[in-house]
């Protein structure tokens, strides 16, 4: 069983740059996708960015593309999301998640594994 761990999160002005992060233990995620999701009070969960195993694989949101950075360590265990010129609109719990296979149309109860969550709030 592998649990995940999200960590990084916090509150930055407009514009601002904040990078989170997810652990991975318990097992290995070398062999599984990794995706960012996100959730607010009054918006459904969203992926924002998803990255396959081996890190050469890579897909975006819209609102999020060119702002965002997806990354993967997979001798750490890791996985990152570097978020730059932040917005308002970013504001919201970040949670990353886990699967086999790498599809931007994956259903979320198809991801096993999934984070408590991070806050990220950007506010002037």
């Known amino acids: 069983q592998m649990q995940l761990k999200e960590s990084g999160g916090g509150s930055v002005q407009p514009g601002d740059s904040l990078r989170v992060s997810c652990a991975a233990s318990g097992r290995t995620a070398s062999d599984l996708a990794v995706g960012w999701f996100r959730q607010t009070p009054v918006k459904a969960r969203e992926l924002v960015a998803l990255i396959n195993f081996r890190g050469d694989a890579t897909y975006y949101a819209d609102v999020v593309s060119g702002r965002f950075t997806i990354s993967r360590d997979n001798a750490k265990n890791m996985v990152y999301l570097q978020m730059n010129n932040m917005k308002p609109e970013d504001t919201a719990v970040y949670y990353c998640?886990?699967?086999?296979?790498?599809?931007?149309?994956?259903?979320?109860?198809?991801?096993?594994?999934w984070g408590q969550g991070t806050q990220v709030t950007v506010s002037s």
């Open positions: 998640a886990a699967r086999l296979g790498f599809s931007k149309y994956a259903e979320e109860d198809t991801y096993e594994y």
